[in-house]
């Protein structure tokens, strides 16, 4: 026989609904402990150890036409996470973990964003792609002369640059000026 049982709870007390028509014509009894319940009717069987103690005393169980109502009283008054021990057991083993290669990651991404990369956006991921895997010279080299060049020249060799300051290089056609000028 298959009977589906369900619960709730409270503050108080763990309410357990056993979905058994005509209980008591087939012949059902509950037995309550303090770390598991059992109830048995004619042809079903149902045996649940508890996740945490309840008080037996002040527990109880009745039979309605549609069902059989199990009233546990908690000891304490802590919210139970699942009804069954057994669940429990399953619930605390940590889930596999998968294992992420970040850099393969990152590395396709990279990948995917250069082939969409058209014009000026294609030319800031060139650079930005050659100043992070660089030298820190390298890198020195490429501020340095950025900044003193007002943006017009962007060199790698540190030897050079180091020397003296960068002189300002517009493209051909153009002339650089001053903004407050």
């Known amino acids: 026989m298959s009977v589906r049982h369900d619960w ?23 037995k309550i402990e303090s770390q598991k319940i059992q109830l048995t009717a004619d042809g079903y069987e149902l045996l649940l150890p508890l996740l945490h103690p309840i008080v ?3 527990s109880s169980h009745k039979a309605y036409p ?3 109502e199990i ?3 908690k000891e304490t008054g802590m919210r139970w996470e699942s009804l069954e021990l057994k669940e429990t057991v399953a619930a605390a083993a ?5 294992t992420k290669n970040w850099d393969l990651l990152v590395k396709e991404e990279e990948k995917i964003d250069e082939k969409e990369a058209k014009g000026e956006a294609a030319l800031n991921q ?3 792609k050659i100043y992070s895997s660089s030298t820190p010279e390298v890198q020195k080299a490429m501020n340095k002369s950025f900044m003193e060049s007002g943006g017009t020249v962007l060199s790698t060799n540190w030897s050079e640059v180091s020397q003296d300051k960068v002189p300002i290089k517009p493209p051909e056609g153009t002339e650089f000026r001053e903004w407050d000028k």
């Open 71 to 73: 009233t546990l009283a």
């Open 56 to 58: 037996v005393e002040r």
């Open 8 to 30: 709730y709870q409270s503050e108080s007390k763990v309410v357990i609904t056993v979905l058994l028509k005509n209980a008591a014509q087939k012949n059902y009894d509950v």
């Open 66 to 68: 549609s069902k059989v």
């Open 126 to 128: 060139l650079f930005k």
């Open 94 to 98: 940590p889930p596999a973990l998968q």
